[in-house]
């Protein structure tokens, strides 16, 4: 499935301190977060291949119009393949350990949590074809920094501008940002710096996206690069990603002063299961990699000696399944172009700051 990210597109309707209905230029397939006075404003309802937003208090009068980071419904995401509900693998374990849903001694919470654990380490084991998505976005032509005071820096304008978050000034220096409006950035570095320092631009990793896989910047793949290094080399094609101190991560891309087209090609985060009719994207002949590896973990956590029988025959049905995988979706080529971060993993170098 392939989308279009938009970042800070400016909410269509009328600010009179009535009206609660505004529009966006395209259907919406998923909101990241919209803002009202650089402020993220969550109390707004949509519904999924329409371009009218409700909020639920009118803007007042004196507001400026609202702003919103979403994803446009470019491609109508396809129906699951799969018809294995989380009941379906539930029902599976208590009926494998022969008892009843509402035991006091397997409880059902702990099956439960189970079946999520594992099917997130599932998808971690190997990055498949099948599940790398991809989302798609305009980059800012970056500037160089014309003048600045206290609370602004500014710069000639730039298009495609998120509406807050951070810049980077001269290749090493993170400013925060609150809003942009015609080439000024409010924001207040605290150091001083020269005027015709590059100013680029961050962007957040949307929520659902647990680590990219490969980074385009106008058909040419980019190669990701430890921040450290990266500092010394921004203007080539390199990127990089770092995590502020809420736990948000952004890519940081070359600086360059015209447009250009990102597409970033991803791994998904997995939402985790909580309702019975929630489907898992699993081939029902292979579920049992989900209720078997509960089984045996649950067994193992009340001392039943069936546990080591019951892991032997998981360990082989997951064998199964991985040769599956690999000979149904990875039988051309695999191998991504980078090597980013991983959450909570250990393949590249996070750093933090604030």
Known sequence: MSTNYIYNETLGG???????????????SKIEEVYLWGAAYRNVSFVVGTNIITFADAPPIWAASPTIDYFDETVVPTAPSSNVTFWDVIDDVFEKIGAKRTSNVYLENQIKKQI????????NIKAYKDKILQYTFNKANDQEAIWY???????????????????????????NYTTYTSGVFWATAWYVYASWDRVAVWYKLPSGVKRPAEVIMDRVPLTYKDNREWINSPSHYNYTILQDAAGDEFIFLPFRTSDAIITVKYVPDYSIFEDDTDVINILYEYSDVLSLYAVYNVLMQREDDRWQAVKQEWK???????????SAVDWINNRFNTTPLVRGGQTGRRSTFI
């Open 14 to 28: 009328v600010i009179d301190g009535v009206n609660v209905t505004f529009t966006t230029l395209n259907n919406i």
């Open 316 to 326: 082989e049905l997951l064998k199964d399944y991985k040769a599956y995988k690999a």
């Open 149 to 175: 005071n206290a609370s602004t820096i500014t710069t000639a304008n730039m298009d495609y501008v998120p509406s807050s978050w951070a810049i980077l000034l001269w290749d090493s220096s993170f400013v």
């Open 116 to 123: 999520n654990k594992w099917y997130k380490r599932i998808k």
